[in-house]
């Protein structure tokens, strides 16, 4: 499986019969939804941004702090790891989608965030 350019090995093991088909009104299962948006089929691949301010960098799935790269008034260039943040035993790197300024950063390491969390405002 490849995700984000990185390859992985994987191994699936069937557990049952055929297909599962659910009701017409049944809402599909919630299982993209639950995918880190950055992941997401179509996806850019970038780090998930507030719609209403694309300087905003937010976390795109739940975890902890380990590393933060950047402070207040630092010039980033798109695609320089701002923040690593472990999820599942993994760390992911958190890019800056665009360049400019850091005028915030709203995290600490060690802290612990949501999906969605604001961790950094560039300008």
Same mark, same amino acid.
């Given at each position: ?23 017409? %009104? ?11 948006? =950055?992941?997401?089929? $179509?996806?850019? $691949? =970038?780090?998930?941004?507030? %719609?209403?301010?694309?300087?905003? @960098? ?8 380990? %590393? ?31 360049? $400019? @300024? @850091? ?5 600490? =390491?060690? %802290?612990?965030?949501?999906? $969605?969390?604001?961790?950094? @405002?560039?300008?």
């Amino acid at each position: 499986m490849t995700v984000n350019g990185e390859v992985y090995d994987v191994e699936v093991e069937e557990i049952g019969g055929g297909p599962v088909f659910l009701p017409p %009104q049944m809402p599909t299962p919630a299982l993209v939804a639950t995918v880190p948006p =950055k992941m997401m089929p $179509g996806s850019s $691949g =970038k780090p998930a941004l507030l %719609q209403d301010d694309a300087g905003t @960098v937010n976390s795109p799935m739940p975890g902890v702090i380990n %590393q933060v790269n950047v402070k207040i008034g630092d010039q980033v260039n798109a695609g320089d790891v701002l923040f690593i943040l472990e999820a599942m035993k993994m760390e992911n790197p958190i890019k800056a989608d665009i360049a $400019g @300024v @850091v005028k915030e950063v709203r995290v600490n =390491k060690g %802290q612990a965030v949501n999906s $969605g969390d604001p961790l950094a @405002v560039i300008a």
